[in-house]
């Protein structure tokens, strides 16, 4: 059965720090693996996704590798803002069904 | 506006009284899904669909219905609702096909007391 793994659960660091978040996984066959972004009361925001085929998404300042073969993905920040406060979480898409991660919470310090 | 609504937002009920949440979506997807949140386990799926008329046990279910009358609109019912489902609820769709790879959409979310 799949089994997501984020470390760390939580992360403060000076704003303009690049930072990495990582996720692992325990069932290689997955068709793509997901990162998204929380935010206090509100809902779930799609940030990039990796289908499994491919090595790495960019988006901006985003960037989210994927390992397969390792069971990890990590998502790279470049240049963090306190914008980016947030919540994040990672999913691998198996069989239809996405399973989550617990989340890695996020603080940019200004 | 490509959205999935969920109602209501926030639900205050007491242990045994039926409640619906219902989720709607405008974007033809086949694919619809019903998560919980809970602190420190992510989030779970409750239950699942591909089409109308089909539906499929996700990791717990216990405690739960749904049903897929129609399309756009995937309702999650709570029978006789316990404090352990007090909980932030989340409604998903995506398109069904795999072979161009999709996101999932995420309703707002509903967060559920039982008291």
């Known amino acids: 059965k799949q089994e997501v793994t984020q470390i760390p659960a939580a992360l403060s660091v000076p704003e303009g720090e690049n930072l990495v978040l990582n996720c692992s996984f325990t069932?290689?066959?997955?068709?793509?693996l997901q990162w998204f972004r929380q935010d206090p009361g509100k809902g779930l925001t799609s940030l990039l996704l990796i289908q499994s085929s491919q090595r790495e998404q960019t988006s901006g300042r985003l960037n989210a590798s994927l390992d397969k073969s390792s069971g990890r993905s990590t998502l790279y920040i470049a240049a963090s803002q306190p914008g980016d406060s947030a919540t994040y979480l990672c999913?691998?898409?198996?069989?239809?069904?996405?399973?989550w991660g617990a989340g890695t919470k996020l603080i940019i310090k200004p | 506006e490509a959205q999935v609504t969920q109602n209501p937002r926030y639900l205050i009920t007491v242990t045994g009284k039926k409640l619906t949440v219902t989720c709607s979506q405008n974007m033809n997807h086949e694919y619809m899904s019903w998560y919980r949140q809970d602190p420190g386990l992510g989030l779970r799926q409750i239950y699942y669909?591909?089409?109308?008329?089909?539906?499929d046990k996700g990791d717990v279910p216990e405690g739960y219905k749904v049903s897929r009358k129609e399309k756009r609109n995937f309702p999650l019912i709570l029978e006789s609702p316990s404090p352990n489902q007090t909980s932030l609820y989340f409604c998903a769709s995506s398109p069904i096909d795999r072979v161009a790879v999709h996101e999932q959409y995420f309703g707002p979310g509903t967060r559920l007391t039982v008291t």
């Open positions: 999913a691998a898409d198996s069989n239809y069904q996405l399973i």
């Open positions: 669909s591909m089409n109308v008329e089909v539906t």
């Open positions: 069932d290689s066959a997955i068709y793509n």
